[in-house]
Structure formats: structure tokens, C-alpha cells
């Protein structure tokens, strides 16, 4: 599909928006349901190196409102363990066709909902023990693994951040400063192996605006706007988006 269309910029203005919204101002990962949307539109590696460029750009506008406000022992644990997810992650990307990429994907929307579901209801208890390095380091990996392939490595994060007993503003804080640091390690595997192209740079030039004003909305959204409705709205989104794109992994 032609990337400068009105149909992908009526997809990705939204799409780069919300993503801006959720990292400037929510904790919980959930910013890669905007590439999970773009990939039902346009080709998943497409989408991928259309959003990572801008969720950098996300990540840098949104560390001066969290400078230092951080838990650095647990940011370092995690980061440590990415690289070597990073790495794996890189491999299977760059053996996977489209639509072993859209599966991966489209699983990690719909088991994200069920982690969610199941710390709602009890079935997953977070919070009650200070979890260790050990537990940081595994999140970490599975963290940079699946944060290369479909941006999604919020939730391995949230696994180990949430064993710290942190307060909001830190965890929040602490998530921007891990995903800013995975985000740019992982660019230049993407640089190496090609997933930019001259049509997604250019594209992410004419949504910096975009991305921006999320990143703004999102800071200033962080102490007023309810958590559960932000949420709410976002899961179905994920449940309706990782369902259509098992199936059309599938079909």
C-alpha cells in the first residue's frame, strides 16, 4: 500500500497520537497497540520502522519531565537484560516473513489482555514481593525480544517494575528512561537490516507534530486522567486488533 495516502494518515495520525499519550503519561507498555493497529493497514515490518522513530522521539520529549525521578538499580537490571532479547529478537526478525511477524504481534495484543485480565482478578498477585536481579534480567530479555519485533516489551517490564513497591511518578519515570535506552540500542539493528525506507523516514517527518502533541497530552493527562478508562478503552482496542491479526496470519 502507498504510504502517503489518506487512508494511512487517517490510521497513523490517531495511531501516533495515542502513542504519544500512553508513553508521555501512562506506565503500563501499552503504546505498541498503535503499531499493532498500523500493521492490519500496511506491511508489519512497515509499521515497525514507521513507529520506532517516532516512539524515540516520544521517549527523548518525555525524559525531562521524569529526569532522575527514576529507580536506577532496577532501569540498569533491565536494560542489562535487553541486549542479549535485542539480539534474539534481531534474529528472528530477520528470518520471519510477514506473516509469522503479524502472528507474533497479533498473540502479544491478545495474551497482554489476559495478563491484564488476570492481575485484575487476583490469578496474577505483582506487588506483594520485592523481586531480585535474577527476575529482572529474564524480564529484561524477554523485554528486548519482544519490543524489536512488535514494540511491545511494556509488559516483561511491568512483571519486574511492579515487584518494586514503586510509586507511580518512578515507575513511570523508570519506563521512560529503559525504553528510551532499548529503543535506541535496537535502531541500529533496524538501520543494519534495512526495515527503514526513505518512505517511512519521510513519513515519520510529516507526524513529528503528531507525535509531540501526544507526548504533551500524555504529561499533562498523567495526574488527571483516570487509569481505568485510558485502559479500558485500550484493551478492547488490543483484544479486537491481536485477534484480527492471528487471523490474518492464518488465512
Request: aromatic share 14%; charged share 10%; net charge positive.
Amino acid at each position: 500500500m502507498e504510504l502517503f495516502s489518506l487512508s494511512v494518515f487517517a490510521v497513523t495520525i490517531p495511531a501516533v497520537v495515542f502513542a504519544g499519550i500512553s508513553k508521555g503519561g501512562f506506565g503500563s507498555g501499552v503504546a505498541f497497540a498503535s503499531s499493532s493497529i498500523l500493521a492490519l493497514l500496511i506491511d508489519p515490518a512497515l509499521a515497525m520502522a514507521l513507529m520506532l522513530p517516532l516512539l524515540m522521539l516520544i521517549d527523548v520529549a518525555s525524559l525531562p519531565s521524569y529526569w532522575r525521578k527514576w529507580d536506577w538499580p532496577a532501569a540498569r537490571v533491565l536494560m542489562l537484560g535487553a541486549v542479549p532479547g535485542t539480539l534474539l529478537g534481531a534474529l528472528f526478525f530477520s528470518r520471519a516473513d510477514a506473516d509469522m511477524i503479524r502472528m507474533v504481534i497479533g498473540l502479544v495484543c491478545v495474551l497482554f489482555v489476559g495478563w491484564q485480565a488476570a492481575r485484575k482478578y487476583g490469578l496474577v498477585q505483582l506487588g506483594q514481593a520485592r523481586f531480585g536481579p535474577k527476575v529482572g534480567l529474564v524480564s529484561g530479555v524477554v523485554m528486548g525480544f519482544t519490543s524489536f519485533v512488535s514494540h511491545a516489551g511494556g509488559p516483561a517490564a511491568a512483571v519486574f517494575l511492579l515487584g518494586q513497591g514503586l510509586s507511580k511518578n518512578i515507575y513511570q519515570a523508570t519506563t521512560v528512561l529503559v525504553f528510551w535506552a532499548v529503543n535506541f540500542f535496537k535502531s541500529g539493528f533496524y538501520i543494519g537490516m534495512g526495515i527503514f525506507t526513505r518512505e517511512t523516514l519521510l513519513l515519520d517527518i510529516a507526524l513529528i507534530p503528531f507525535a509531540l502533541l501526544g507526548t504533551w497530552i500524555g504529561i499533562r493527562a498523567h495526574d488527571y486522567v483516570s487509569d481505568r478508562v485510558f485502559f479500558g478503552i485500550t484493551y478492547v482496542a488490543l483484544t479486537i486488533t491481536g485477534t484480527k491479526l492471528v487471523f490474518d496470519a492464518l488465512t
